[in-house]
């Protein structure tokens, strides 16, 4: 079946960075992107950004274009989500999604466990 | 952007009885674009409705979307238990490329 395994919470200090990885399988991997989406406590889902899975372009949500970098290993068909320069502000649970693009419909049809990053 | 308002921000409801959730959108957005998502507690979210009225896989019957516009709902009939969540809408286009409602909570009483 289709999983996206996520690699394990984190603890930071403000400055630093952090590296979480999407592990996938289940699926063609060149099919579908990636989107990546931040939960911090208490506020909406917010999307940091996307991966293509066929040539692992990416696209970066505005907020987040100066500091984060997404990159894919097609060998292992993992995604990895990099954040430079944490804040407390950064302090979420970080999840990876597939993004289901059909028929112009968009959205996320299966998501990682989440990565619990804390910035303190 | 693209800002999605949902309501109520809480929900408290009867097992049997349906549950009717709203998520307007600040300008016109099209149905194909407007998706749902189930989160439980301590869970990812889940996909429930894609394109606005398209339920994604093994998702029940019980759950229905509809909407188009500004204005789309999220029904929930014969409520079980197991339906305690937070429930978010999400739209895809523009800058952000995605975004979502800030959720509504529902209870089982």
């Known amino acids: 079946q289709v999983q996206l395994v996520q690699s394990g919470g984190e603890v930071k200090k403000p400055g630093a960075s952090v590296k979480v990885s999407c592990k996938t399988s289940g699926y063609r991997f060149s099919s579908y992107g990636i989107n990546w989406v931040r939960q911090a406590p208490g506020q909406r889902l917010e999307w940091m950004g996307w991966?293509?899975?066929?040539?692992?372009?990416?696209k970066y949500a505005e907020k987040f274009q100066d500091r984060v970098i997404m990159t894919t290993d097609t060998s292992t068909t993992t995604v990895y989500m990099d954040l430079r320069n944490l804040t407390s502000a950064d302090t979420a649970v970080y999840y990876c999604a597939r993004e289901l693009a059909v028929a112009d419909y968009f959205s996320m049809d299966v998501w990682g466990q989440g990565t619990t990053v804390t910035v303190s | 952007e693209v800002i999605l308002t949902q309501s109520p921000d809480t929900l408290s409801l009867s097992p049997g009885e349906t549950a009717t959730l709203s998520c307007r959108a600040s300008?016109?957005?099209?149905?194909?674009?407007l998706a749902w998502y189930q989160q439980r507690p301590g869970q990812s979210p889940r996909l429930l409705i894609y394109?606005?009225?398209t339920r994604a896989s093994g998702v029940p019957k019980r759950f229905s979307g509809r909407g188009s516009g500004t204005d789309f709902t999220l029904t929930i009939s014969s409520l079980e238990p197991e339906d305690i969540a937070v429930y978010y809408c999400q739209q895809y286009g523009g800058s952000p490329l995605y975004t979502f409602g800030q959720g509504t909570k529902l209870d089982i009483k």
């Open positions: 991966s293509s899975g066929y040539n692992g372009k990416p």
């Open positions: 394109g606005a009225s």
């Open positions: 300008q016109s957005i099209s149905a194909g674009f």
